[in-house]
């Protein structure tokens, strides 16, 4: 955990967060469904409406160390990396996983990604395509971002999609891929 910790000082905007143990308020999906449409917070509130998902899901921990501020918020932005990225919830964890790993080198995405791998390879083999792919493409778009635990993504809902990934320089978000968080609630109108 100390080489992420040391990764996220190296990112400049990062480690103000990190210094300042900025999480950012609570998520109010209800607030959020009334931005325009488009919007990170409109779509993220139909995205998590959509399939059930509580916002403010995971348990909280007293921050203490720069480790466990790391923890906290990627707990937190967890379903954002899903949205702004375009890997679906189901089906996609190993590109968020793999953004995690390549970007800060969180220590549970690291292990999660290579024993996904593991098992993919020993138990389902037939999986193993699909799972590198995932992997593969997330790493590849890791390269190419801005570091998202950098990002202050409470003070932004009520920006574009489009234009949270345009500044990201995420230029090829998952879309159409099996894995994408658009096949997954197809029946959402929205612009993905």
């Avoid at 400049?12 to 967060?17: G, R, S, V």
């Avoid at 209800?30 to 399939?51: C, D, F, I, R």
Wanted: some cysteine; aromatic content about 8%; proline content about 6%.
């Amino acid at each position: 955990m100390q080489a992420c910790v040391e990764r996220v000082k190296a990112i400049p905007e990062a480690q103000i967060l990190m210094e300042t143990r900025y999480l950012g308020l609570e998520i109010d999906l209800e607030a959020l469904s009334q931005l325009p449409q488009g919007s990170l917070g409109h779509t993220y509130a139909a995205v998590m409406k959509a399939l059930g998902f509580d916002p403010n899901f995971y348990r909280r921990r007293q921050i203490e160390t720069d480790g466990d501020w790391i923890t906290m918020r990627l707990r937190k932005t967890h379903d954002i990396t899903h949205l702004i990225t375009g890997f679906g919830p189901t089906g996609g964890e190993l590109g968020v996983l793999s953004i995690q790993s390549l970007q800060i080198g969180y220590p549970t995405s690291v292990l999660l990604q290579v024993a996904s791998l593991g098992l993919a390879l020993k138990r389902r083999p037939e999986k193993l395509q699909y799972v590198t792919q995932q992997t593969a493409r997330g790493m590849g778009m890791a390269l190419e971002m801005q570091p998202l635990i950098a990002q202050r993504w409470e003070e932004g809902w009520e920006k574009p999609i489009r234009q949270w990934r345009e500044e990201l320089n995420i230029t090829n978000p998952v879309i159409d891929e099996p894995y994408s968080l658009k096949n997954r609630l197809p029946e959402l109108d929205l612009d993905w």
